[in-house]
């Protein structure tokens, strides 16, 4: 038998005695008055003179992470994911069927307190325990002794121990959902609703990507998994909600990578009466207030770049950053015959059929993306890969839109929406023609268009590569909870047999 083993069934005999000494190791609930962190809020600028005089009593609930002493005294620090306190325990404070429980108290497990609020000697916030109960036994020890995961899939197939036992990790979630909220808060301040749209979709609309197919047994009908809202959300425009916003998750059938997940979290955005350029401002408005509310400070460091989020922001449109980033003339890319001779120069394979457009594209994504270290918007993208942006009056072949890349990825996708029906029925039947997934005609949203689309400003941020920039992370997979991994069944099984 493995060591693994032997200890899980020495913990589950500990289960049995605890039973046999009247404790219910799995209670409902237990009434307590602090976590162990809001006992240091609440205490921590005591001295031990003035704890001993106001005489706190109170219960405290944790998770134990360490267990030490010998004799009559015993000391055991409990976390609830934050700070950890220290249970100072003399035995004799204890009643008989007490002290037998604490011979069965092991590391993970959940235990509460009665007691009083002290410093040591040491000057150490402690409680002085008078009564102890089980609240939860854990029947499978901590990994290598509380130090954490050392592989990293097995970090994201077993997350609750990766946030369990390394606070960095917790640290990383934490200001996730703080990005969340500070995003919320500020675009509700600004007159924007919160609105949600469909998951499931009768047509894969919104963006070029593979989707996610399933079926309806009640209506037998395939359905796909959102690739994006876009399409809902400015239906809503078209039915009087001029500002409107969505934060969910999106579903791509596609490749995974450090930068990319199956299933991922966008906000998406509405802004009727506004352009691409209200857009780009309202972006940055919008990061930046991210970063004075959760980060506090203007730089950050992403693996071993530095961003400086100073503003204004550099806008540079795409064409332009080919020559002054890609190191490209114009000449070389006033054609599509010169640009594609470019992508054989440099051994990037594209398919023949590419027009012009995707050829530009393809060429920023070699020479370009990588260098945008600092916030850069980039702007006026070709038509042909923008179906759903009005074209620029000012620059032929190009439309009003932007990307803007942070860390040397794309981290926002923004246009002036295309609101003429007849054009966009034709961009429609364009993408058709090419089999662009994510752009079937959609009758409904075209009937909608015709109903009246006013002026529109539209933006989506992924908020798991913002959340990357944010904490220095160079893995989606290390800002999303439970990213998606192949199964392992079998070693899943033989891992519980003998529990079941």
Not at 193 to 199: A, G, L, Q, R, S
Not at 315 to 335: P, T
Request: charged fraction near 30%; aromatic fraction near 10%; glycine fraction near 6%.
């Amino acid at each position: 038998m493995s060591e693994l083993h032997n200890q899980r069934m020495k913990r589950r005999e500990k289960l049995r005695k605890i039973k046999e000494l009247g404790f219910d190791p799995f209670p409902t609930k237990w009434n307590y008055d602090y976590l162990p962190h809001e006992v240091h809020e609440r205490y921590s600028s005591l001295d031990r003179g003035s704890l001993s005089e106001r005489d706190i009593r109170c219960r405290v609930v944790g998770r134990i992470i360490a267990k030490r002493g010998h004799g009559k005294l015993i000391f055991i620090d409990v976390s609830s994911g934050k700070d950890k306190l220290q249970f100072f325990i003399r035995k004799n404070n204890l009643s008989a069927k007490e002290q037998a429980l604490l011979k069965l108290l092991d590391i993970g497990d959940f235990i509460g307190a009665e007691g009083k609020v002290i410093r040591t000697k040491t000057g150490e916030l402690s409680l002085e325990v008078f009564s102890l109960v089980i609240i939860s036994k854990s029947l499978r020890p901590l990994p290598e002794k509380w130090h954490g995961l050392a592989d990293v899939e097995t970090r994201y197939r077993q997350r609750y121990i990766d946030i369990l036992v390394s606070n960095e990790v917790r640290q990383i979630f934490d200001t996730r959902y703080k990005i969340l909220f500070a995003i919320r808060s500020f675009l509700n301040d600004k007159g924007f609703i919160e609105v949600e749209t469909p998951m499931l979709h009768t047509l894969a609309t919104g963006a070029a990507a593979k989707p996610f197919v399933t079926h309806h047994n009640a209506l037998d009908i395939d359905l796909y998994l959102r690739i994006a809202p876009e399409l809902f959300l400015k239906r809503l425009v078209v039915g009087g909600f001029d500002k409107v916003y969505e934060i969910g998750r999106n579903f791509r059938n596609e490749g995974v990578s450090t930068k990319h997940n199956p299933e991922f979290t966008m906000l998406e955005l509405y802004w009727a009466y506004k352009d691409y350029e209200d857009i780009m401002d309202f972006t940055q408005e919008i990061i930046v207030h991210v970063l004075e509310k959760v980060i506090g400070q203007k730089t950050v460091k992403f693996a071993d770049l530095e961003i400086d989020f100073s503003t204004p922001w550099n806008r540079v449109s795409l064409k332009d950053s080919l020559i002054e980033m890609g190191g490209l003339n114009r000449k070389e890319i006033d054609s599509v015959e010169s640009a594609k001779r470019i992508c054989e120069r440099l051994g990037l394979e594209i398919p023949e059929d590419y027009s012009y457009g995707e050829v530009l594209v393809a060429l920023f994504e070699e020479l370009v993306a990588d260098k945008l270290v600092n916030p850069t918007f980039i702007t006026l993208y070709p038509v042909e890969v923008s179906p759903l942006a009005k074209r620029d009056p000012y620059k032929s072949g190009f439309a009003q839109r932007f990307e803007l890349y942070i860390g040397g990825m794309e981290i926002a996708n923004a246009f002036s929406e295309l609101n003429d029906p007849l054009e966009q029925a034709n961009r429609f039947k364009e993408q058709l023609a090419k089999k662009k997934e994510g752009f079937p005609l959609d009758a409904d949203y075209l009937r909608a268009l015709e109903i009246g689309l006013p002026p529109t400003g539209g933006l989506g941020i992924g908020i798991d590569r913002l959340t990357m920039v944010l904490t220095g992370q160079i893995s989606i997979r290390e800002v999303i909870l439970f990213p998606l991994l192949k199964p392992k069944q079998e070693e899943d099984l033989a891992d519980i047999d003998g529990l079941i």
